[in-house]
């Protein structure tokens, strides 16, 4: 691998690498409604939310698939679970739309298809109603998780890099299940993981959090947001922490540095930069083997994205601009 490669260079060997991202793979639904037309119901005098257009984007695991084919990564596939239902329709047709394979995902009827459906206000724009969530109120089923342990150890070993999406923040209903860490420990690739609730349970991949992910892990093992002790709790050859403006911190057995990010004073939406700075880091650690490197690269494909609406994505034009 070479130690120095140029943004330029990179973008040049995105699409001769492979990327499969696992984990909690959902439905983005951007619901715009019309507050206007909220007359209350004549059966039950509630206050109508009426809905005026729809767009599906793919959300969690994903946003980072997103990415990853918006850079121009060659191949780019995602594992995890849908439903057989309305939702896990409109989440393959939006993968396959962004050229993602979705052949890895698994159907199981039994289960909803994970997915945000998100209200914004026609008028000012703005999400200002809760959002309406389909979740996971129980584990996988036995059987369910070994399928989707054996598919994920069928095909890992095909990719470039891997990068994990563990987004599941409750106690039940994780795609990324135990037995499936323990394979996720045996890839002898990149493998890069993003974890809200769980980092500390995972071993020897590359750990990606922020500061507030990464105190509530230390807590967890009896440290005080100590990146470096988590490190060697999970025997991680990288910790990455990412800053929100100020950047990033990457940890290794070498000590920390520091990757500045560009600072953003008006950001659009901060919704789904992590995403956005996985796939650009996971890329370009895959190609350099430099997570310093890798951090800055994802910072700036984070300041691209959180100057759009949504999860956006950040383009090479977009980046060779602003790089």
Request: net charge negative; charged share 25%; proline share 5%.
């Amino acid at each position: 691998m070479l130690e120095y490669m140029t943004v330029e260079e990179a973008l040049g060997a995105f699409p001769r690498l492979s990327a499969l991202v696992a984990g909690d793979v959902c439905l983005d639904r951007w619901c715009a409604y019309e507050p206007d037309f909220a007359q209350p119901s004549r059966e039950t005098g509630i206050p109508r939310i009426a809905v005026t257009s729809v767009e599906c984007t793919p959300g969690a695991a994903g946003t980072v698939a997103s990415n990853l084919a918006a850079l121009g990564c060659g191949r780019v596939a995602v594992l995890g679970i849908v439903g057989a239902d309305g939702h896990g329709h409109e989440l393959r047709r939006a993968l396959r739309a962004r050229g993602i394979e979705d052949g890895a995902l698994l159907t199981v009827p039994r289960l909803l298809t994970f997915t945000y459906t998100k209200l914004i206000n026609r008028n000012s724009g703005a999400e200002d109603l809760p959002r309406v969530d389909f979740i996971r109120d129980r584990d996988l089923p036995d059987e369910v998780e070994a399928q989707l342990v054996e598919r994920f150890t069928d095909i890992a070993g095909d990719f470039d890099v891997v990068i994990v999406s563990d987004q599941a923040e409750v106690a039940v209903g994780a795609t990324v299940t135990p037995a499936l860490r323990k394979a996720i420990s045996r890839v002898r690739k990149t493998v890069w993981v993003d974890s809200r609730a769980r980092a500390e349970h995972f071993r020897g991949v590359v750990l990606k959090l922020n500061e507030q992910e990464l105190e509530e892990a230390c807590a967890r093992i009896g440290h005080g947001k100590d990146a470096e002790a988590l490190r060697r709790h999970t025997q991680s050859p990288v910790v990455v922490v990412t800053r929100g403006g100020e950047g990033a911190s990457v940890y290794t057995d070498r000590g920390v540095a520091a990757a500045p990010a560009r600072r953003i004073e008006h950001p659009v939406d901060i919704c789904g930069a992590g995403d956005s700075f996985n796939a650009g880091a996971a890329l370009m650690l895959a190609l350099t083997g430099d997570p310093l490197a890798a951090a800055h690269f994802g910072n700036l494909v984070a300041s691209i994205t959180v100057m759009k609406p949504g999860t956006g994505t950040a383009t090479p034009a977009e980046i060779l601009t602003h790089g």
